[in-house]
């Protein structure tokens, strides 16, 4: 059977700020691919790397460098706000549950609100989102308190983790070895057909693969 649209899976964890730059960009122009299908899921990037026997980049000295240098530039050609956080890394098993939480049981719109809030919290104010009173402050323009707080619990309860970890296995099954991945489908080809494409800085190749408009990643005159 083939696939009636294109879509997109994207495989992100708040640890990476290399996800958090290509969440922001992503979100910039995909209202202009109507005709694409979305869908961000939560994986934990320690155990794709422990899975593929891969290493964070922040492990190597010359790279961690190159990869703070690197974000501060892009922040400054794309306008969008980056601040290394002062702690990292920091475990993130629980926001990326609360996320989980929040995919199945939220409105799509509501649970990529709350990604965005997230990521702000990391990588704009740097704060530990490990912290459940940092989550807690962080949704909550989104969220009643008690509907926070009803997250929080259900990131503990056994169905939210097993498809926290179901997600993860998920994307080893299919070949990620980091974040951000995206998972790209063609619509008219048979639905089992999938495409892997890696990182933050691809957007350009997607678009010219699934035939789509690309504006560019530059809103504003780089100062570098």
Same mark, same amino acid.
């Given at each position: 059977? +083939? +696939?009636?649209?294109?879509?997109?899976?994207?495989?992100? =964890?708040?640890?990476?700020?290399?996800?958090?730059?290509?969440?922001?960009?992503?979100?910039?122009?995909?209202?202009?691919?109507?005709?694409?299908?979305?869908?961000?899921?939560?994986?934990?990037?320690?155990?794709?790397?422990? +899975?593929?026997?891969?290493? *964070?980049?922040?492990?190597?000295?010359?790279?961690? =460098?190159?990869?703070?240098?690197?974000?501060?530039?892009?922040?400054?050609?794309?306008?969008?706000?980056?601040?290394?956080?002062?702690?990292?890394?920091?475990?993130?098993?629980? *926001?990326?549950?609360?996320?989980?939480?929040?995919?199945?049981?939220?409105?799509?719109?509501?649970?990529?609100?709350?990604? =965005?809030?997230?990521? =702000?919290? #990391?990588?704009?104010?740097?704060?530990?989102?490990?912290?459940?009173?940092?989550?807690?402050? +962080?949704?909550?323009?989104?969220?009643?308190?008690?509907?926070?707080?009803? #997250?929080?619990?259900? &990131?503990?309860?056994?169905?939210?983790?097993?498809?926290?970890?179901?997600?993860?296995?998920? &994307?080893? &099954?299919?070949?990620?070895?980091?974040?951000?991945?995206?998972?790209?489908?063609?619509?008219?080809?048979?639905?089992?057909?999938?495409?892997?494409?890696?990182?933050?800085?691809?957007?350009?190749?997607?678009?010219?693969?699934?035939?789509?408009?690309?504006?560019?990643?530059?809103?504003?005159?780089?100062?570098?």
């Amino acid at each position: 059977m +083939a +696939a009636t649209r294109a879509s997109i899976i994207c495989y992100y =964890d708040l640890i990476s700020p290399y996800t958090y730059m290509g969440f922001k960009l992503f979100n910039r122009f995909r209202k202009q691919w109507p005709g694409v299908d979305v869908t961000f899921k939560p994986i934990l990037l320690g155990g794709i790397m422990n +899975a593929v026997k891969n290493q *964070p980049l922040f492990n190597f000295p010359s790279k961690r =460098d190159h990869m703070v240098a690197d974000l501060d530039r892009i922040s400054v050609v794309t306008g969008v706000p980056f601040k290394f956080p002062t702690q990292f890394p920091v475990n993130t098993v629980l *926001p990326m549950r609360v996320l989980t939480a929040l995919q199945l049981h939220e409105a799509t719109e509501k649970y990529e609100q709350c990604i =965005d809030k997230l990521f =702000d919290e #990391y990588f704009v104010h740097s704060r530990n989102i490990s912290q459940p009173e940092v989550i807690q402050a +962080a949704l909550t323009p989104l969220l009643d308190a008690s509907k926070i707080q009803s #997250y929080l619990q259900l &990131a503990s309860q056994p169905e939210i983790k097993q498809a926290f970890k179901e997600y993860t296995d998920e &994307a080893v &099954a299919r070949g990620v070895f980091g974040a951000p991945t995206f998972i790209i489908k063609k619509a008219g080809e048979p639905a089992d057909k999938e495409y892997l494409f890696f990182g933050s800085d691809r957007f350009e190749m997607i678009a010219a693969f699934l035939g789509l408009p690309y504006p560019g990643l530059i809103q504003q005159s780089p100062k570098l």
